[in-house]
């Protein structure tokens, strides 16, 4: 069983803060920074022992190197990305596999946002860390690929169970929902999701994780039919 700790930081990025409990180890997705991540693990008294990256932006790479000073963990990369995450000791891409304690994540390479993207996937704890790659009512800016591997991406990502946790990693769902709204106005689920988004948001509550399932039902650029509708929806989204 996996703790996961949500540590908020910069203006809208969620760094994830990992424990498992039988073998101590605890993990941190994307660290954008270090100090508070370092200060919430020796709060709960863990010892980081590995950092995961989904990909080389400075917004979830910009703590490993004094997180690795710090603590001496282990650093898990985009195998494509070793140049640009010169802090990384293990590269890995799809097919791939990475243990946390006796838990196993499954890499997939998700290229588009940055080339080198992956996500980690969690079968037995129906968890996927997707970075900046699917957002909740949203995905990922085309920086360095194309809206055909974008297309791909969510192939891949929607064939995971309904019931997935997917922890991205900024939290972006109200603007992308106001996207959403527009891309798909007769869309009731998206209706209904966004009024809760705005409940929560209005508290300065976080909405994320999400679920696969609810992706699938209000995510306009998973629920784009073909390539080219995701690259309309995506340079309107860019333009909005
Ligand atoms: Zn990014
Ligand atoms: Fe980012």
Request: glycine letters at 6%.
């Amino acid at each position: 069983m996996l703790e996961i700790i949500r540590i908020p930081v910069l203006s809208d990025n969620y760094i994830w803060l990992v424990h498992e409990a039988e073998s101590g180890e605890t993990m941190v997705v994307d660290p954008a920074v270090a100090e508070p991540v370092l200060a919430e693990a020796d709060r709960r008294g863990w010892k980081i022992t590995q950092i995961w990256n989904t990909h080389w932006h400075p917004d979830h790479t910009g703590g490993n190197a004094a997180i690795k000073d710090a603590t001496g963990c282990l650093i898990t990369g985009p195998a494509a990305e070793q140049e640009r995450i010169p802090t990384l000791d293990r590269l890995v891409k799809e097919g791939d596999t990475v243990k946390l304690g006796e838990v196993i994540a499954e890499v997939i390479d998700v290229p588009a946002h940055t080339a080198g993207h992956i996500a980690f996937y969690i079968p037995s704890e129906n968890v996927a860390f997707v970075g900046d790659t699917l957002f909740a009512m949203g995905c990922g800016r085309l920086f360095e690929g194309t809206a055909e591997q974008m297309y791909d991406n969510m192939r891949k990502l929607e064939s995971l169970p309904d019931n997935t946790k997917v922890y991205c990693a900024h939290e972006y769902t109200q603007s992308n929902g106001e996207y959403a709204l527009v891309a798909e106005p007769d869309n009731f689920a998206l209706k209904e999701r966004m009024a809760e988004v705005l409940t929560l948001r209005a508290r300065g509550e976080p909405t994320v994780p999400t679920t696969i399932k609810l992706e699938r039902a209000t995510n306009p650029f998973m629920r784009a039919a073909t390539v080219e509708e995701l690259a309309a929806r995506r340079t309107a989204k860019d333009n909005f």
